[in-house]
């Protein structure tokens, strides 16, 4: 049967945390990792209707994108609303585990979803992340470099785009010298020697630098390891903000509008630009994607969909550039009906039995006239 600890296993192995934002608040929020798992309610956030459809349902499980403690909360009492849904969820027995910002910059992530949601054709991310990635680089004697890459790919180094096992390995020739109380496994001690070696490079995410040098610390032979790892500024291919894409074929912008309107169910859609004028190229980010504003302008995109577009940044757009705010859930939403078959199918293939339901209840207190 599986456990909480294999709902987040499985979401995490999509959507690792160490892409998260540093300030997000991501993971398990209520419950006991160890706990059984047999029915999932997928959901945007926990609203007092969701935890009461939860209890209707018999859920053990809810799995968010909006976290329900945003912040680490100083108390948590019933004089809260987020206080009174969070004890009750405990009491209850019911997990609750929120996919935030590392599921948005996922590949197949809510933007990627968003962006295919909208027709979009060609998808790829609009911004990919900096500074999450590390160069990691072991000297290994020869004989073992297959052991060694092994290990680094089991914590996850060497993924470059749907490549996996990636390295760059050089020759070369490392010396030493072994005290008396050193185990050398080449040479003797006292004595300085010299042993060929190959030099092994890989990227690692800079969150898991440290678990991949003591995955190859356990199969490498030397019983001192010589490393070094340095941070790259390199974009990390695999994950991004936002995403671009191109429609099927030119359309006029107020016939796009009204496409977004109808595939979002969006109840009310604020757009700038000349409605007349033609829309191929596509920029998205769903949820609050105003701070890309700028690099889908530079990217070239005929138009850029996102949400919470405060109504200054309507001003001033470049001619021939459409802005589209079509609603905060909107954008979002449409990663529920894949993160809940995601699960089943992980669900599948480990052999077990999960009953994964996207929730009924509309959580979007916006309403449109």
Known sequence: MMRIADIA????????RWTAGEQDNIGLQVGDRRRPVRRIG????????????????????IVTHHPLLFRPPRTLTTDQPVGRMALELAERRIGVYAAHTNLDFAP?????????????????????????????AIFVPLGHEDAVLN?????????????????????????????????????????????????IEAVVPRARGLEAVERVRAVHP???????????DSPDVNH?????????????????VGSIRRRLKARGVRYAG???????????????????????????????VTADVKYHAFHGLPPGF????????????????????????????????????????????VQSS
């Open 9 to 16: 296993e499985i979401i995490e192995e999509w959507a690792p």
């Open 42 to 61: 997928v959901a945007l956030e926990v609203t007092p209707a969701i935890v009461r459809e939860a209890v209707r349902r018999r859920w053990d499980m």
């Open 108 to 136: 197949e992530g809510v933007s990627v979803t968003l962006a295919k949601s909208l027709g979009l054709r060609d998808v790829r991310f609009l911004s990919p992340l900096r500074g999450l990635m590390s160069k990691l």
């Open 151 to 199: 290990a680094l790919a089991e914590a996850g180094a060497g993924i470059v785009g749907e490549y996996s096992h990636c390295s760059f390995r050089s020759p070369g020739t490392g010396t030493f010298k072994a005290s008396g109380r050193a185990r050398p496994f080449i040479g003797t001690a006292g004595r300085v020697e010299s042993a060929d070696e190959t030099k």
């Open 222 to 232: 030397y019983d001192e390891m010589a490393y070094d790892m340095v941070p790259v």
């Open 240 to 256: 991004g903000m936002g995403a671009v894409g191109v429609l099927p074929r030119p359309i006029q912008l107020a016939s796009f």
């Open 274 to 304: 000349d409605p007349r004028m033609f829309v191929r190229r596509v920029a998205v980010c769903g949820g609050s994607g105003s701070d890309l504003l700028a690099e889908a302008i530079r990217s070239g995109v005929d138009a850029f």
């Open 322 to 365: 459409a802005l589209i705010d079509a609603g905060h859930a909107e954008t979002e939403q449409v990663i529920l009906r894949p993160l809940a078959e995601r699960l089943r199918a992980a669900a599948r293939t480990r052999g077990e039995r999960l009953d994964v339901v996207v929730s009924r209840v509309r959580t979007n207190p």
